[in-house]
């Protein structure tokens, strides 16, 4: 199936946090595709790769970069389809300069910045799966039903702790 997400990230040692994203897309059947580049070391092969994925019909990126994180700003400085940006916490500053970077984005070019790391990334693939979400109504309805069996899950967890 073509993909309909592309998963960048700027290092392979952000894959752990980025896994959060391609998992929760797994769970809901999307077909992504995940990728490793960076705005700095690679900047001609990280717009090859947003130029080949307009091309190819991605209609989200997910970017998730640490440190002086650029990737998600550049990503959507060279297109119009909706960029996620998750912060990684893998600098000395633990991503409060990755969420810097990647939130403060000049009015004209936004990105959709989720929260630093593991959780981030999650929420980057269940974001995704939203904005697909508006045209697909299979996946809106499995969205619901997440939600139904997230709220089921606490109500569980509620009741073992009440049971101590
Ligand atoms: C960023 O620098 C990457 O996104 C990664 O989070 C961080 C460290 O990269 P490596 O030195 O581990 O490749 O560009």
């Given at each position: 199936?073509?993909?309909?997400?592309?998963?960048?990230?700027?290092?392979?040692?952000?894959?752990?946090?980025m896994?959060?994203a391609?998992?929760?897309?797994?769970?809901?059947?999307?077909?992504?595709?995940?990728?490793?580049?960076?705005?700095?070391?690679?900047?001609?092969?990280?717009?090859?790769?947003i130029?080949?994925s307009?091309?190819?019909?991605?209609?989200?990126?997910?970017?998730?970069?640490?440190?002086?994180?650029?990737?998600?700003?550049?990503?959507?400085?060279?297109?119009?389809?909706?960029?996620?940006?998750?912060?990684?916490?893998?600098?000395?500053?633990?991503?409060?300069?990755?969420?810097?970077?990647?939130?403060?984005?000049p009015?004209?070019?936004?990105?959709?910045?989720?929260?630093?790391?593991k959780?981030?990334?999650?929420?980057?693939?269940?974001?995704?799966?939203?904005?697909?979400?508006?045209?697909?109504?299979?996946?809106?309805?499995?969205?619901?039903?997440?939600?139904?069996?997230?709220?089921?899950?606490?109500?569980?967890?509620?009741?073992?702790?009440?049971?101590?």
């Open positions: 199936m073509k993909a309909m997400v592309l998963i960048l990230m700027g290092s392979d040692s952000d894959v752990s946090v896994e959060g391609s998992a929760v897309l797994e769970e809901f059947n999307i077909p992504y595709k995940m990728t490793v580049s960076s705005a700095h070391r690679t900047p001609d092969r990280t717009l090859k790769l130029q080949s307009e091309k190819e019909g991605i209609r989200v990126i997910i970017a998730g970069a640490g440190a002086a994180a650029h990737l998600a700003g550049v990503v959507a400085s060279h297109t119009t389809l909706p960029v996620i940006g998750v912060p990684i916490d893998s600098s000395p500053l633990n991503g409060i300069d990755a969420l810097y970077s990647t939130v403060q984005m009015p004209g070019i936004p990105v959709a910045t989720m929260a630093v790391g959780g981030g990334a999650k929420n980057a693939g269940i974001f995704a799966a939203q904005i697909l979400g508006l045209t697909d109504t299979r996946l809106a309805n499995a969205l619901k039903e997440y939600r139904k069996k997230m709220a089921a899950e606490v109500v569980r967890k509620a009741k073992k702790v009440e049971m101590k």
